[in-house]
């Protein structure tokens, strides 16, 4: 069992940066893919973008790419999104989530487990 912390989440003005941590303890994450997912009120959940188990393949929905990097740090149990040039439109409550194989996915039901998310919120 894996259980998920994420953290980095907060208050922004648009055209600003944040990072936001996940960290993993039990289980073995490192065989895990990882993925980003968002959710804003009164709307459905989006894939963000994934991160295989090795680290070596990315993919990112197309409204973040250029502007948002997930990269991962298997020796310390913590996966990243970098994100950059933050609009308004990304505001939004963000989870991470693993999947008990080592390719990436897009799909919410593809995971199998999630953390309790952390909000972020984009000012114009």
């Known amino acids: 069992q894996v259980q998920l912390v994420e953290s980095g989440g907060g208050l922004v003005q648009a055209g600003g940066s944040l990072r936001l941590s996940c960290r993993a303890s039990?289980?073995?994450?490192?065989?895990?893919?990882v993925g980003w997912f968002r959710q804003a009120p009164g709307k459905e959940r989006d894939f963000v973008a994934a991160v295989s188990a090795s680290g070596g393949s990315t993919v990112y929905t197309d409204s973040v790419k250029g502007r948002f990097t997930i990269s991962r740090d298997n020796a310390a149990r913590v996966v990243f999104l970098q994100m950059s040039s933050l609009k308004p439109e990304d505001t939004a409550n963000y989870y991470c989530?693993?999947?008990?194989?080592?390719?990436?996915?897009?799909?919410?039901?593809?995971?199998?487990?999630w953390g309790q998310g952390s909000q972020v919120t984009v000012s114009s």
């Open positions: 039990g289980g073995s994450s490192s065989r895990a893919a």
């Open positions: 989530a693993a999947r008990e194989f080592p390719n990436t996915a897009v799909k919410g039901d593809d995971y199998d487990y």
